[in-house]
């Protein structure tokens, strides 16, 4: 069952700063050291989301290291711990093994599976590459945020709303700038981009499966060959995560070029947030697709 609809959501939310008022439940008690509450996100795109949504009320903790691949996740055992010990943790069903058994072995009190805020498919994680979706997981994760420390509500459901606006605006920026690129293929190194071709009328063909780890089979390569000779394709798109030496090859034996498409998995730079590089990406993208 899902927990968290757009509607549902934002009724929850106005519900639950309606009741602030009446409800001794969630106070500081319940909330991290000194005066903040104590987060802990499975890996950045849900970092970002609990932080803009928190602000200075909340510590937020990520699990994945910077520029790690999230589907190779281990945990420590004080990670483990921690996620039992956490006000909030928020994390990606599906995505990592590792956190999925450790939430359901520590059983948290307060917790948001992204996957149901977002209404991810269950075959395909990869739902944050598609703004409207995370904006979603913002809703949910207000909503708990409230149930925990109900003293700031109205900023927890400001941050909710000023999150929703920002990706709407990166939204409408992706749709315009991929308005000519209707139809256009998108050779990736592995298909992360399922949400974001669908949303602005692309069509992804990853070299290799939703799983970064897999090799493409030789049965692969030669289809993807043969699409990008038929489509005119004039760019196949890597990761930093991923080793592109497969992509690279490939373009050159294809006499393409190549170009950096982020799935936003991780940050290898602290002074570019979610918003700079899915801007980053519609660069990429409208120089690297065949448009028009």
């Not at 994390?91 to 093994?97: A, K, N, R, T």
């Not at 450790?102 to 598609?130: G, K, N, T, Y």
Request: hydrophobic share 40%.
């Amino acid at each position: 069952m899902r927990r968290t609809h757009a509607a549902l959501a934002a009724t929850t939310i106005a519900a639950l700063t309606l009741l602030t008022a009446c409800s001794s439940d969630g106070s500081a008690d319940d909330a991290g050291t000194e005066g903040t509450v104590e987060v802990l996100a499975s890996f950045y795109p849900l970092q970002f989301v609990v932080e803009q949504v928190g602000g200075e009320h909340v510590s937020v903790s990520n699990l994945t290291p910077a520029a790690a691949e999230p589907h190779d996740l281990e945990l420590s055992p004080a990670q483990v711990r921690g996620i039992g010990q956490a006000d909030l943790v928020v994390y990606l069903s599906g995505l990592q093994s590792a956190t999925d058994q450790a939430v359901a072995a520590q059983s948290p009190e307060h917790v948001v599976d992204s996957a149901e805020a977002a209404e991810a498919d269950a075959a395909d994680p990869h739902f944050w590459l598609e703004p409207t979706r995370l904006s979603l997981v913002g809703d949910a994760v207000a909503a708990e945020l409230i149930a925990i420390d109900p003293d700031n509500a109205a900023d927890y459901t400001a941050g909710a709303e000023a999150l929703t606006a920002s990706l709407d605006e990166l939204d409408q920026e992706l749709a315009d700038g991929l308005a000519q690129c209707q139809g256009a293929t998108l050779v990736t190194s592995h298909e992360a981009f399922g949400y974001l071709a669908d949303r602005y009328g692309l069509v992804q063909e990853g070299i290799t499966g939703i799983n970064p780890d897999t090799e493409p089979s030789p049965k692969r390569l030669r289809e993807v060959r043969t699409i990008v000779e038929r489509d005119d394709v004039s760019t196949l798109f890597f990761e930093r995560a991923v080793g592109p030496k497969v992509t690279q090859t490939l373009a050159d034996d294809l006499g393409v070029g190549t170009a950096l498409l982020d799935p936003i998995e991780s940050r290898a730079d602290e002074s570019s947030d979610y918003l700079d590089i899915m801007r980053a990406n519609l660069e990429s993208l409208t120089t690297g697709l065949t448009c028009g």
